[in-house]
């Protein structure tokens, strides 16, 4: 079972990324995905996170109305999309997933499968 994320990359202040993280050996299905990121001296700190079966979703305050997060069954892949990106949001960014029935996890300790992590870095 692996996560594997993609579309990383380096970006100037106030564009876009897309992240895509596909899962490969099992299916999402009663899980709960979410994406983190960790900067550089920095803890890893939740960003957003989707529940698979219900499409709930959760942000943090800091991406609210900028990243969206969604989902693709077919593909059995997660998104987030990145707008209007700031230098501070330059970060290695995880997707992780955790067995949830239903429940938005925010902390990572809650998640036990990880991804290697893509970095995305803003320009000022």
């Known amino acids: 079972v692996q996560l594997v994320e993609s579309g990383g990359g380096l970006v100037q202040a106030g564009g876009s990324l897309r992240l895509s993280c596909a899962a490969s050996?099992?299916?999402?299905?009663?899980?709960?995905v979410g994406w983190f990121r960790q900067a550089p001296g920095k803890e890893r700190a939740f960003v957003a996170a989707?529940?698979?079966?219900?499409?709930?979703?959760d942000y943090a305050d800091s991406v609210k109305g900028r990243f969206t997060i969604s989902r693709d069954n077919a593909k059995n892949t997660v998104y987030l999309q990145m707008n209007n990106l700031k230098p501070e949001d330059t970060a290695v960014y995880y997707c992780?997933?955790?067995?949830?029935?239903?429940?938005?996890?925010?902390?990572?300790?809650?998640?036990?499968?990880w991804g290697q992590g893509t970095q995305v870095t803003v320009s000022s």
């Open positions: 050996g099992r299916a999402f299905s009663s899980d709960v």
């Open positions: 992780a997933a955790a067995s949830s029935r239903g429940l938005i996890f925010t902390t990572a300790v809650t998640y036990p499968l």
């Open positions: 989707i529940t698979w079966g219900g499409g709930a979703r």
